[in-house]
């Protein structure tokens, strides 16, 4: 294991490492484990000690309330009544749907994207092998490279970990497809999370994620982009080509003269991705491979925390 | 084109370092994967349009000052067609005659009047003459002096004199002005001698170039700087006042002549009046085609002298669309009649006809008689003048009245008669008599003569000389004199001969050579000798037509007041005669755009009743010229009785252009053809500018674009 990298600390904020010092820790396990410390630093809860995903919570008793449900424990703690909401004891099956298409190796100064959606999938299979969830694992381009179905047992943590060490970029982007065929897999309550850059995502993919919400599952949709998607802070004439296969698309360009109209493009392109979630209710996380894990993941969990509240 | 240095041309081929820089910059461009192409694309599509124009327009900016470098150092040059004749060419030795008169001063249009354009021919003719020709400068205005007076080889002298010339007010004198050129001309010793006339070609001013000055003369070549546009034109040709009767005891007429020089008649012109700056009436004036109409405002006023100006609606020449002048208005005129041979029969009174006249109508003067006697007890001081008519004796209480009247600013009119004891005159009136008084003469009639045309009085007689106009009191008359031509003198005083004075003047004279009418300045006032009665006993004068005008204007004269404006009103480029009051030292003559001028007399002999003038010759421009003058005691006050008006020539309003045959360059076999010159036409000085402006182009571009960036 390399040397570990020091910890970058923010006003306020807990202790993130930054991509590029996660990078650098030895195993996909490591980087897990230190990603997950990390986001739980921030939300003073220890990751484990049963922590949950999915949260229980109590509620004031108020007249129509069901009586049986009321928490005597709890009257007895807090002289009180509460009644115990309910709390799903079945098992949530997980499937993390990570884009390994070719445009996903593009990483000029810190990580790849795919690095980085390897690190935050790595991250939420720690999570939930702790908390005994089953996690699947998709690794797709324009199909299904590699896929691992929602497992408990011992040594499934290891083997996803191992895919996502392994993976490459490389194809075509094709995120619909695999959310098809993991749509149609997947149990009613699945919870289905996507890493993709969306860039050259045909339009077929939002009629998807509708699709595969609509049959409740709980569908996230990880957009990650690097700094230089978003910003285009080349400094010289530059001749851009496509990543892709087959993508033959070339610009001789001084990229200053498009960098305000790139940057109004990006965040067109973010803005329009993020309404048709809304409008599908799938939920839209957006990051730049610039940013700690660890905070991405922090305020994916926060958020979900207190959505169920 | 053509180029003085066409070897530098060869750095033309920099021109093509801005394409090649591109292209190697290009080449040189870092290859990069990216994944976000779409963005990328749709980016540029947003600012292709703009980045092409800017990268276009910064390659043709450094293309086109690569290029415009060695282009202009290489001095490229174009000949092009000149207008100029084509004798300027030629080495010479020529006069420019510039068209400086009045009508060149019209508006051809917007603001460019024809001495402009004349100007500007005349620049071309001096830049483009060969450098070892000589040149001369005349101007073709009446009177005007030469702003280059001789042959002269340096061009910017030359150049900066015509640049400095403006336009006058005067009337053309092309014959002058060609004489002056031939005479300057002599002086040259080129074969190759020219006279450049650039003018408006009005006819006027040219009526007195005759064929054989031009036969004689060097060759001439006319430009023409009419613009080519014929020229239509209303002018105030004529402007006067009289009274005007009918208006009651205030009422003047102030009558102005309006000429249409157009073919078509003109309906409704408006015409406006205006008394000492204001306007007092406007009217409107038909006038009919090529014709002149007559305008007459009466108006009430005053007395005094005012100044009247008529304006017309304007058309292009504005100048004489108005014309000036000077109104005076006697009103009540008082006038004091000694009768110094009083008779019961009223027709064989010394004054009946003097009376007669200064009662005749119109004339509104205010008539009292007198006998001589009255003379030392009455206040002379509200009488404008005193007549006395043959008057024996003035006593001493009289002499001392007249002198202390006149010499206060009076005006004394004396008439002699068989009463006349012309030693008692000599002796006690000597103070205001203009010469003393000599012997009575009778006419002596040659033998076997008959008065031509007489039937009444057969007795020998003297006429008048011919008259001199120039004097006021003759102004009125005609030129030969009608009206007192015909006055017979049987008897009349000779007068002493004593040295001239400058106040001094003899108005009529009889044929004989001896004084008839004597005028002289006595102290602030004026005296009227004359040497024979003014009733029938010695002349006949009294019943020809001259003697009502001659006394009514003497009268006038004697009170400084005449009706009449003529003898305030000088054309454009006159002179003006003003006379000094006793108690002034300086004039001041304050011209229409009030500059104004001083003037100091000559130093006098000392001689009390030496007449004081000065001379005004800057009358460059029509207008009213007002005079102040200095007193004795330091005050400046407005002198309104010398003011005078000065008009345009009537003559430089008339458009008529001048007929092609006489033209002095068509009307000569020899004229100045050949093929029309090229001259040269630098053009790296156009290049040296645009490459600045390239310059400027390109650093504007590249800050703009550098920091702008496309920003929306």
Not at chain 2, 141 to 156: F, H, I, K, N, T
Not at chain 2, 232 to 261: D, T, W
Not at chain 2, 475 to 493: K, T, V
Request: proline letters at 6%; one cysteine or more.
């Amino acid at each position: 294991m390399d040397a570990k990298p020091e910890a970058r600390s923010t006003a306020g904020k807990p202790l993130a490492l930054d991509p590029t010092d996660i990078a650098r820790l030895g195993s996909m396990s490591v980087r897990a484990r230190v990603i997950v410390e990390g986001a739980f630093a921030g939300m003073h809860q220890n990751p484990h000690a049963g922590s949950s995903i999915e949260f229980s919570e109590h509620k004031e008793y108020a007249p129509g309330d069901d009586i049986r449900r009321i928490d005597w424990k709890a009257v007895g703690r807090r002289d009180r009544y509460y009644i115990k909401r309910f709390e799903d004891e079945t098992e949530m099956r997980t499937f993390l749907l990570v884009d390994s298409s070719a445009s996903m190796g593009y990483g000029r100064k810190g990580v790849t994207k795919l690095a980085y959606a390897s690190y935050l999938a790595a991250a939420l299979a720690y999570l939930l092998a702790q908390q005994g969830d089953p996690a699947g694992l998709v690794l797709f381009d324009e199909k299904t490279r590699q896929y691992l179905p929602p497992r408990t047992r011992g040594g499934h943590i290891r083997d996803l970990l191992v895919a996502l060490e392994a993976a490459y970029p490389a194809g075509r982007t094709e995120p619909a497809r695999a959310l098809a065929e993991i749509g149609e897999i997947a149990d009613r309550r699945s919870l289905i999370v996507v890493f993709s850059d969306l860039l050259d995502a045909p339009a077929e993919l939002a009629d998807r994620l509708r699709q595969v919400r609509s049959r409740g599952n709980d569908v996230v949709l990880f957009h990650l982009l690097d700094p230089d998607e978003v910003e285009l802070p080349y400094d010289d004439v530059t001749d851009f080509e496509g990543m892709e296969p087959e993508d033959a698309r070339r610009l001789l360009v001084d990229p200053r003269d498009l960098a305000a109209s790139f940057r109004r493009e990006s965040a067109a392109l973010r803005e329009r991705w993020r309404q048709t979630c809304l409008e599908s209710r799938v939920e839209y996380r957006f990051a730049t491979t610039e940013e700690p894990p660890a905070d991405v993941l922090r305020a994916f969990l926060f958020a979900r925390q207190k959505a169920r509240r | 084109m053509h180029f003085l240095a066409p070897s530098l041309l060869l750095g033309l081929i920099a021109a093509l370092l801005p394409w090649i820089i591109h292209r190697i910059g290009r080449r040189r461009a870092r290859p990069v994967r990216f994944a976000a192409m779409e963005l990328l694309l749709r980016a540029e599509r947003e600012v292709s349009a703009r980045r092409r124009l800017r990268d276009v327009a910064l390659l043709v900016a450094r293309t086109g000052l690569a290029a415009a470098l060695p282009l202009a150092f290489a001095r490229p040059f174009t000949e092009v067609r000149s207008d100029l004749p084509a004798v300027t060419t030629r080495s010479q030795s020529a006069v420019m005659v510039l068209d400086d008169s009045a009508s060149m001063r019209r508006r051809l249009h917007r603001d460019e009047t024809p001495f402009d354009v004349a100007k500007a021919r005349a620049r071309d003719i001096v830049d483009h003459l060969s450098p070892d020709s000589e040149i001369g400068l005349l101007l073709a205005s009446e009177g005007s002096s030469a702003p280059v007076a001789e042959l002269s080889s340096d061009r910017p002298r030359v150049s900066a004199a015509l640049a400095a010339i403006t336009a006058s007010a005067r009337r053309a004198d092309f014959a002058a002005a060609l004489r002056r050129a031939t005479q300057m001309l002599t002086s040259s010793t080129r074969g190759e001698r020219l006279i450049y006339v650039v003018t408006d070609l009005q006819a006027t001013g040219w009526e007195d170039v005759s064929p054989t000055m031009l036969a004689a003369g060097p060759e001439i070549v006319v430009l023409d700087a009419s613009g080519g546009a014929p020229w239509s034109n209303r002018a105030v040709v004529g402007l006067g006042a009289e009274p005007a009767p009918e208006e009651g005891a205030q009422g003047i007429a102030v009558v102005a002549e309006i000429a249409n020089y157009a073919a078509e008649p003109v309906r409704g012109l408006g015409i406006t009046l205006r008394l000492d700056g204001a306007e007092v009436a406007r009217g409107f004036i038909d006038l009919p085609a090529g014709g002149r109409a007559r305008k007459r405002f009466v108006h009430s006023v005053s007395g005094g002298a005012r100044q009247a100006e008529v304006v017309i609606d304007h058309d292009g020449f504005a100048l004489d669309d108005r014309r000036a002048c000077r109104v005076e208005v006697s009103r009540g005129l008082r006038v004091l009649l000694v009768d110094g041979d009083p008779r019961t029969v009223r027709t064989e009174d010394e004054v009946f006809f003097l009376e007669a006249a200064l009662r005749a109508g119109g004339s509104n003067f205010a008539v009292t008689t007198a006998l001589p006697d009255d003379l030392g007890t009455r206040d002379l001081a509200g009488f404008g003048a005193v007549f006395m008519a043959n008057v024996a004796r003035p006593s001493a209480a009289v002499a001392a009245a007249v002198t202390r009247y006149v010499e206060g600013g009076g005006g004394l009119f004396i008439s002699v008669g068989d009463r006349v004891d012309a030693d008692s005159w000599n002796q006690t009136m000597k103070a205001v008599l203009p010469q003393p008084l000599g012997l009575k003469r009778s006419a002596a009639a040659p033998p076997g003569a008959r008065p031509e045309g007489e039937t009444v009085d057969l007795r020998p007689a003297e006429r008048l000389a011919p008259i001199d106009r120039r004097h006021p009191l003759l102004a009125a008359f005609p030129a030969r004199g009608e009206g007192l031509a015909s006055a017979r003198f049987f008897q009349f005083l000779l007068l002493a001969p004593v040295p001239e004075a400058p106040g001094r003047r003899i108005v009529l004279r009889y044929e004989n050579g001896a004084p008839a009418l004597v005028d002289a300045e006595v102290g602030r006032g004026r005296v009227l000798l004359l040497t024979t009665s003014v009733d029938r006993e010695w002349t006949d004068l009294p019943i020809r037509p001259g003697f009502l005008p001659l006394v009514q204007e003497a009268a006038r004269y004697l009170a400084a007041a005449p009706t009449g404006d003529v003898t305030a009103t000088v054309t454009v480029g006159g002179k003006r005669e003003i006379v000094l009051g006793s108690d002034d030292r300086r004039i001041e003559v304050v011209k229409p755009n009030g500059d104004s001028r001083w003037l100091t007399p000559p130093a006098h002999t000392g001689d009390a009743r030496t007449r004081h003038t000065v001379l005004f010759d800057e009358t460059d421009e029509p207008g009213m010229y007002r005079v102040r003058a200095a007193r004795a005691d330091g005050t400046v006050d407005d002198r309104p009785d010398a003011a005078f008006a000065v008009t345009l020539d009537p003559s430089e309003s008339d458009p008529a252009r001048l007929a092609d045959d006489k033209r002095p360059d068509r009307a000569r076999a020899h004229g100045a053809g050949g093929p029309a010159p090229r001259r040269r036409l630098e053009l790296w000085h156009a290049l040296g500018a645009a490459a600045i402006g390239l310059v400027l182009l390109e650093s504007l571009l590249t800050v703009r674009f550098r920091r702008g960036r496309f920003k929306k």
